[in-house]
């Protein structure tokens, strides 16, 4: 069966991942047999939309320090001040900028001069040589995050894990940064995902997925939720990273609105540290 016919099953397989994902927890026993060398970061996307600019840079900031992240993740025009300063600021606070979003060639200047070392972002398949060592030249990777299809990409959208690992084949030297979330959303299993990946996941988002919403793709209601009180198997990611032998940062997102973002935020970094991270 193909992934299109898969998904429009619909209620059998969303129920049966949605089953496993329930059920596959690991005893809460087993976390302190973790260990993971890891940064935790919380993404701008989290906060208020509103505060996508310059005048409320510092107190974004500030709030990812003080809420016990080390570092974020943020578009160039979501951060609204130049490279340069980004770097003094965080520096300031505290803080790291972990990667940078957005197209690749603002992307990898923006990081390069702020200091950071990831970008997320999409590579054309005959330009991928071009970027990559363009990258590499400024201690940098490129990493592609999977998501569900949208207007934007409407043809050759990175859904699930076959879609993952056949975008990073067909482009030697680009770099997985999964998305928990949209894996489990779109009909695909994160812990399994991950080790599927190996050394080609260098960056992840942490997304979990209301149980109703698991598999169910294109559905027009709310789908994610707070880190820690959905369907995602949290510790079975975390132990799948830990069998890849994964360092690097993991990317708190919540992807949601509500009502208090610096309690949510302070919400999802505890159930971080209930697992020794």
Known sequence: MNRRRFLSAGLVGSMVLTSKLLTNHSPLA?????????KIGHHFWNWDHAWNDAKHLDIRLRLTKETGYDGFEAKPHEIGVSAELLKQK????????????GSVREAIDYAYAAGSHIVRS??????????????????????VHNH?????????AIETREDLLRYLDERPGVYAGPDTGHLA???????????????????????????DAVGKCHAAKEKFCELGTGALD????????????????????????????????????QVLQRFGL
């Not at 965080?90 to 979003?101: H, L, P, R, T």
Request: charged share 25%.
């Open 185 to 211: 959303l779109c009909g695909s299993d994160p812990a399994q995902t991950i080790r599927d990946l190996g050394q080609r996941c260098r960056y992840i988002h942490l997304k979990d997925i209301y149980p």
């Open 30 to 38: 087993d976390r302190n047999k973790l260990n993971l060398n890891v």
């Open 122 to 143: 999409r590579v054309a398949k005959e330009e991928t040589q071009q970027w990559v060592e363009y990258a590499a030249e400024r201690n940098i990777i490129i990493v």
């Open 90 to 101: 965080d520096a300031f606070y505290g803080v790291q900028c972990a990667a940078i979003g």
């Open 148 to 156: 569900l299809g949208n207007k934007k990409h409407p043809a050759g």
């Open 234 to 269: 949290l510790a079975g990611v975390l132990e799948a990273l830990q069998d890849i032998d994964y360092t690097g940062w993991i990317m708190v997102e919540r992807d949601n609105r509500v009502a208090d973002y610096v309690r949510s935020a302070r919400n999802m970094r």
